[in-house]
């Protein structure tokens, strides 16, 4: 064998583990998924309907915690008029939608359909960096908890003492009781665009999931 061909050989091996070297030394970024973002103007318009509606509430900075999770245009609702126990930061939107449905809604219903004064609501929740429950065809998507633009509703209590669960009163035997649930599910659904229920399936056995994504999915 020639130098020359030696000479060859040796450079054709010194590129190849140059350039295997190469493909291992630069790794693939990871992508940081970032959440949709509210606009300012949009959020501006909220706050001044917030406002009109005499809802006391406290903005929230605007935070992304990646993968899909994150605030933007949230507010801390203060006074809605109803004391509502357990609820986090929410999405402006959804807090106009929300405190309009108890006031308008659930409020009234209590009074005319059950005869008492509507003393609070117990809230499960809003804001939770998770992916959707209950639901095999959409599991490895984010839920609108993860975005805060979510509520989900437990039960409410009355004056006269009474304390309604969606968990154990969603059936009742008491047609009242049971008019009461329909009456505010039907209201929730023209003011969200996804409302859940017991209905729907298990994992929304204790709750209603109340959404403002104008998906228009009522169950």
Known sequence: MS??????????????????CGRTERPVP??????????????AQCLADLRTMNVAYRVLPDTDYGNGCGLSGTVQLVEIGV???GL?????????A???????????????????????VQSMG???????VGSVRNASRRSGHAIANAVDIG????????RLSVLGDWSSPDPAVQRFWTTIHDSACRRFGTVLSP????????HLHLEDDGARFCR
């Open 3 to 20: 130098m020359r061909h030696d000479r060859r050989t040796a450079a054709l091996l010194v590129a190849l583990t140059l350039a295997a």
């Open 30 to 43: 990871q992508q940081r998924e970032s959440i949709a973002t509210v606009s300012v103007r949009e959020t």
């Open 83 to 85: 004391p509502v126990t």
């Open 88 to 96: 986090g930061a929410v999405r402006c939107g959804e807090a106009r």
């Open 98 to 120: 929300f405190s309009g449905w108890i006031r308008n809604a659930v409020a009234p219903a209590a009074y005319q359909i059950l005869g008492s004064e509507l003393a609070s």
């Open 126 to 132: 809003s804001y939770a960096c998770r992916n959707v």
């Open 155 to 162: 039960g409410v209590t009355l004056k006269d003492g009474r």
């Open 199 to 206: 209905a729907y399936n298990a994992a929304h056995r204790n």
